[in-house]
T-cell receptor
Framework: NAGVMQNPRHLVRRRGQEARLRCSPM?????VYWYRQLPEEGLKFMVY????????ESGMPKERFSAEFPKEGPSILRIQQVVRGDSAAYFC???????????????FGPGTRLTVL | GENVEQHPSTLSVQEGDSAVIKCTYS??????FPWYKQELGKGPQLIID?????GEKKDQRIAVTLNKTAKHFSLHITETQPEDSAVYFC????????????FGAGTRLFVKA
């Protein structure tokens, strides 16, 4: 059973370009979370999604950032017109659906390290 | 909203000694408290968790305690080894159908051989 997969692992973009980060949850998991981690800091919650539905996006910046989790395929975190301050590690986590014995637990992927030049 | 504070930010111990990391949370509705270990260049890995109906949980050299009244929870690592060196994060969440998890700022643990 493969863990949470994220790609790319490293992404370099110039200011003004778009960044698309992908996350494939663990098999059987229905919930996906995105976090941002700046160097030497903790994880900051961004957004929580189920398939085709955003549950909580209270941690997402109001502009340039969007997330989706389509019925088929991975979850996508999209950052438009990137700026240097967007440089960070972006982690995705997934969890089983409610009712599962491990429904609270989040399993993290290896992260995507975004560098904006 | 929920706030989680974690102390200390850095902890250095001698191999074989114990390490204790403490966290406090603000939202009394929080009922799930996981601890994660993050090694350099990797994603966080769940090492132990505790739910609000339990006061203490132990798994080999790792134990976690929860004081709901004081809204404190702690991680205890005994007989530390150099491979325990990493950043440890505490977190709190409310399991009411949405599991937004708030993380502490992390503790960088150094275990000196």
């Amino acid at each position: 059973n493969a863990g949470v997969m994220q790609n790319p692992r490293h992404l370099v973009r110039r200011r003004g370009q778009e960044a698309r980060l992908r996350c494939s949850p663990m098999k059987g998991h229905s919930h996906v979370y995105w976090y941002r981690q700046l160097p030497e800091e903790g994880l900051k919650f961004m957004v929580y999604l189920q398939k085709e539905n955003i549950i909580d996006e209270s941690g997402m910046p109001k502009e340039r950032f969007s997330a989706e989790f389509p019925k088929e395929g991975p979850s996508i975190l999209r950052i438009q017109q990137v700026v240097r301050g967007d440089s960070a590690a972006y982690f995705c986590a997934s969890s089983p659906p409610p009712g599962h014995t491990l429904y609270n637990e989040q399993f993290f992927g290896p992260g995507t390290r975004l560098t904006v030049l | 909203g929920e706030n989680v504070e974690q102390h200390p930010s850095t902890l250095s111990v001698q191999e074989g000694d114990s390490a204790v990391i403490k966290c406090t949370y603000s939202d009394s509705a929080s009922n799930y408290f996981p601890w994660y270990k993050q090694e350099l260049g990797k994603g966080p890995q769940l090492i132990i968790d505790i739910r609000s109906n339990v006061g203490e949980k132990k798994d080999q050299r790792i134990a976690v305690t929860l004081n709901k009244t004081a809204k404190h929870f702690s991680l205890h690592i005994t007989e530390t080894q150099p491979e325990d060196s990493a950043v440890y994060f505490c977190a709190a969440s409310i399991g009411t159908g949405g599991f937004k998890t708030i993380f502490g700022a992390g503790t960088r643990l150094f275990v000196k051989a």
